[in-house]
């Protein structure tokens, strides 16, 4: 295991009627940014039990935060911001609510020309400071809940790109596994695959003498092919639906990642599938994720044959057998939920996309992604090709 430095600030209150517990842990006389996005909350009944809860307070709403957040839109939320002189951001909903409040929290005390230069610069780790954010989740899936990472959407260029600090971690966020009840199947589908494309590149790199995190991997990985078709099947169990919460959390708060090497190349890679097309983020990755590993086969083939008998139970065969069949284990299993695994399933005018891809991340010197830095970019080329 490799040395590590680990802290998570966020304070996680979990459980039905949490919601009540707001006010505990909003500074007094803060002056809040509601920031939620298209209306679910107004139909499920969170926007009226959380703002009951915010009477005291003098309380700015924004809303129409879109999924895959817009910079656009965020900018508009910091000028309100500003003005109104807001001092905590309440981010009520999904990720893309959570990663937007993320960038408003780190834009709003921002003094460069334009906030967006600290995602093309990779400099928002170097701020000083950052609005205060509490979060009340509606959907399990990105992990933003509990961490300092969030990922934002340019229209103008149809750029997507991901910072982190660690001061946009939330300060509190609120699991209450009512919210599952009224999510869409597919936002149930896409967020069991997010997560477990969170363990997946944390995990499929190379045996690293962490037994204690692969051990917490393959539980989250176990735990989301027995509870993902629960919740599909009946969203309003709340047992299922709070595992479902908590292994979207542990999936992705920087816990599993810690003295291991770690991947990442699905997740860059799909994000450029979102910015070109707005194909779902979970989608994109259970578009790539598999092909990624048939390609950097010999790579990663001990960790797929520990994967395959660990997680999946094949015990016979040799080593590429078992990874084989560890990948085909995967897919069926994204597609058992209801998601499609293949780009052309997605947009006709895929033709050109590997191409593009590569373009983009040479533009950007992405030229050697993955764990050592393995996934050059042919093979990039080649992943998005064979995911056509
Ligand atoms: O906008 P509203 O009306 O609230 O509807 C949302 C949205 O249409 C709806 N929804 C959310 N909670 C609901 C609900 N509908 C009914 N009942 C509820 N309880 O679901 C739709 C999708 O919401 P969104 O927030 O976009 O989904 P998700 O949580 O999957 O977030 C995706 C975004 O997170 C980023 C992705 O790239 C994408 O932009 N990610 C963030 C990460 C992070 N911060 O660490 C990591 C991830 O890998 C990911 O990249
Ligand atoms: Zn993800």
Redesign the pocket.
């Known amino acids: 295991m490799n040395s590590f430095e680990y802290r998570n600030p966020t304070k996680i209150l979990f459980g039905k009627g949490k919601i009540q517990k707001l006010k505990d842990n909003i500074p007094a006389n803060a002056t809040i940014l509601f920031a ?6 107004k ?2 009944g ?1 926007y009226e039990q959380a703002m009951a809860e915010l009477k005291e307070y003098k309380v700015i709403e924004f809303s129409g ?5 817009r910079y656009e839109t965020c900018m508009r939320a910091v000028e309100l911001s500003r003005a109104e002189k807001v001092d905590f951001i309440l981010a009520v ?7 937007a409040a ?1 960038f408003i929290a780190i834009a709003i005390p921002y003094e460069g020309a334009d906030p967006w230069e600290m995602l093309v610069n990779r400099t928002a780790g170097q701020q000083k400071k950052a609005i205060p954010i509490g979060t009340i989740l ?7 809940e509990m ?1 300092g ?5 340019r229209e103008s260029t149809r750029e ?1 790109l ?1 910072f982190g600090s660690p001061l946009v971690y939330p300060a509190f966020s609120i699991l209450d596994p009512q ?6 199947k597919i ?1 149930i589908a ?2 069991v695959i ?1 997560a477990y ?2 363990v997946l590149e944390q995990y499929m790199t190379y045996p690293s003498d962490a037994p204690i995190q692969d051990n917490f991997a393959e539980g989250i990985f176990r735990t989301l092919i027995e509870i993902g078709p629960k919740v599909l099947e009946n969203p309003a169990d709340e047992i299922s639906a709070g595992n479902f919460m908590w292994a979207c959390t542990m999936a ?1 708060n920087g816990l599993i990642a810690q003295g291991v090497p770690t991947d990442w190349a699905t ?1 860059m890679i ?2 450029e599938l ?1 910015a070109l097309y707005g194909i ?3 989608q994109t ?1 259970a578009i790539i994720g598999p092909n990624l590993y048939r390609v950097m086969f010999s790579n990663k083939k001990q960790k797929l044959a520990q994967y395959a008998e660990r997680v999946w139970g094949i015990t016979t065969g040799t080593v590429d057998e078992k990874a084989t069949a560890a990948i085909e284990k995967t897919v069926s299993f994204f597609q058992s939920l209801g998601v499609k695994t293949r780009l052309s399933e997605y947009t006709g005018q895929y033709q050109e996309t590997a191409s593009i891809i590569q373009d983009r991340f040479s533009k950007r010197n992405w030229k050697a992604l993955g764990e050592n830095g393995i996934i050059t970019l042919d093979k990039v080329k080649e992943i998005v090709e064979m995911s056509y």
Not at 149 to 153: A, D, L, N, R
Not at 179 to 184: C, G, H, I, N, Q
Request: without cysteine; charged residues 15%; aromatic residues 2%.
């Open positions: 939620y996005g298209g209306g679910s909350i139909k499920n969170i935060i879109e999924a895959n957040p909903g999904g990720g893309s609510v959570l990663d993320k509606t959907l399990p899936a990105t992990g933003s961490n990472s969030s990922v934002i959407s997507k991901s919210v599952v009840k009224s999510l869409p936002q896409n967020g997010d494309s969170h992705l997740h799909g994000h979102t779902d983020h979970a990755l």
